[in-house]
């Protein structure tokens, strides 16, 4: 646990030094409402959610995973509703309402 803290204290830090002007909330604070990951609307800047390395990337909210962007096998492949891994590109558990024009289905 004291490496984890003392892990945490070096990349806050870093974020500091880095005079970065985004919020992140780490798992040593709870949080408060208003909470996010991002940059204020005053910053002009694209928001990257990334993982250097092969492996998912998870979406939850309530505990519960809603949606899973697949980092390593089928990567690319979005799964929205689901926990599982998606099998398609675009894997929707669910109903879907989609406009615009259909080129193929």
Known sequence: MKLKNLLC????GMIATANINAQV?????????????????????????AHKGAYNINFLTNNTQYMRLLGSGNTGYL??????S???????DGDVNAGGTSTSM
């Open 9 to 12: 204290s070096i990349v806050i």
């Open 86 to 92: 998606p099998s398609y590109k675009l894997d929707v």
């Open 25 to 49: 909330t780490v798992s040593s604070n709870n949080g408060a409402s208003g909470d996010y990951v991002g940059w204020a609307s005053g910053n002009n800047f694209d928001l990257t959610v």
């Open 79 to 84: 799964g929205i509703g689901t926990s599982y």
